[in-house]
Every structure is written in C-alpha cells, then in structure tokens.
C-alpha cells in the first residue's frame, strides 16, 4: 500500500507519544518552533546530519497526508516533556484540530487528547483493570458504548484521515550528530518524495 492510502494505527504493541496536527508543516513547526522559543529550526532534514539539542522534536508530514505528526527524540537521559499542553497551544495558534495520542505496550494504556480550535474536543483513556474514561464533545457516545479502546481509538484516526507509523530513532545524546529521519518496518522502505518534509526543532 503507498504511504498516501495509509491510514489508521500500524501498531498499539510499542510506547508512543505524538502530537497530531492537521495544517501543514511549515505552519506547525514554525507555531511550535515559537512557543517552545526553540533555538534551532532545520528544514528539509530526511537523512541529513544535524546537531542533536537537550530537548529535540522531529517534525513530519507525509506526501498526500493532511496532519503533521510530532514527535520528541528520545535522547539520554530521557526526559518526556511535550504533552496536552502543546495540543491545545497549537490548536488555537492554527485554528485547527490537534490530538495528543499516547500508548503503552508496557504499561498496558492507549488514550488520545483532541482539540478543535483550542477547545476540547474529545478524550479516551483505557488502562489495563481500569475503567475506561470518554469523554465527547462533538459526537453522542458514551464509555459504556465502547467495547474495545483499542479498535475505538484505531476507527477515531481513520475517521479524522490520520495514518500513525511504527517509528523509531537512535537513542542518542545532546551534542550527538546524525543522519535523522522517521524510520520503522513499514517505513524504511521510502525516499525522500513520500514526504512533504521532514523537520527539526531544538532548544539547548
């Protein structure tokens, strides 16, 4: 399948946490470039080598795809720092959708956070033996209507036309210099031309 018919979640069996936004990524990396007062911003980076910074965000929009995904670089030591916050920062800065979306092989959770606008929109959170919360501003669905987080939150992204990858990177160290872009299974097989870009934000 091209990367332009993907949609949906590839896998829910990794840790992941990804910020979702639909504009383009110029838009979103230059919004989040500025409300994280990042001191570096390199465009266009698929497999070019740059300077990793203390807290580092890759940027990437697929070719024919209407969302940019975030992502933080996981360096040593590890610190997760982006959240629900920046979703709601960059859904008001754009006016558009944003969805913070977190899962867990390890510890048993998947859940998304989604604004419109800066506004609430719509939460899930399912924990392994715990109680599903949902909450919808936009749709009449209860918790007690959902029988499986999993293939709840799997239908939400095909609905909203977003396609979530198995991604890794390096871990690496701030001050490392490598060649930077997304990778993974289903990834490793594209060029340069399956992405509108790839970008870079940093802050020493």
């Known amino acids: 399948m091209s990367i332009e018919q993907r949609r949906g979640i590839e896998t829910i069996d990794r840790?992941?946490?990804?910020?979702?936004?639909?504009?383009?990524?110029?838009?979103?990396?230059?919004?989040?470039?500025r409300a994280r007062r990042a001191d570096v911003w390199e465009r266009d980076i698929y497999d070019r080598e740059i300077e990793i910074t203390a807290e580092s965000?890759?940027?990437?929009q697929f070719r024919g795809h209407p969302w940019t995904i975030v992502e933080q670089v996981k360096y040593q030591p590890y610190q997760l720092v982006f959240g629900e916050g920046d979703a709601i920062t960059l859904s008001n800065f754009l006016?558009?959708?944003?969805?913070?979306?977190?899962?867990?092989?390890?510890?048993g959770y998947i859940g998304y956070n989604c604004y419109d606008g800066g506004a609430f929109a719509e939460m899930l959170y399912f924990e392994a033996e715990m109680d599903l919360l949902f909450l919808s501003d936009f749709r009449?669905?209860?918790?007690?209507?959902?029988?499986?987080a999993f293939r709840f939150t799997y239908?939400?992204?095909?609905e909203q036309d977003?396609?979530?990858?198995?991604?890794?990177?390096?871990?690496?160290?701030?001050?490392?210099?490598?060649?930077?872009?997304?990778?993974?299974?289903?990834?490793?097989?594209?060029?340069?031309?399956?992405?509108?870009?790839?970008?870079?934000?940093?802050?020493?």
């Open 15 to 33: 840790n992941q946490n990804l910020l979702l936004v639909r504009a383009p990524i110029e838009s979103v990396a230059e919004k989040l470039s």
């Open 57 to 60: 965000y890759i940027i990437f």
């Open 95 to 107: 006016s558009t959708r944003a969805i913070y979306y977190k899962c867990s092989d390890t510890c």
């Open 140 to 148: 009449e669905v209860k918790a007690e209507d959902i029988d499986s």
């Open 155 to 158: 239908a939400f992204m095909e």
């Open 162 to 204: 977003i396609y979530i990858p198995y991604v890794y990177y390096e871990n690496v160290r701030a001050g490392d210099r490598i060649n930077l872009r997304p990778k993974g299974p289903t990834l490793d097989d594209l060029v340069r031309s399956d992405f509108e870009r790839v970008d870079y934000v940093g802050i020493s």
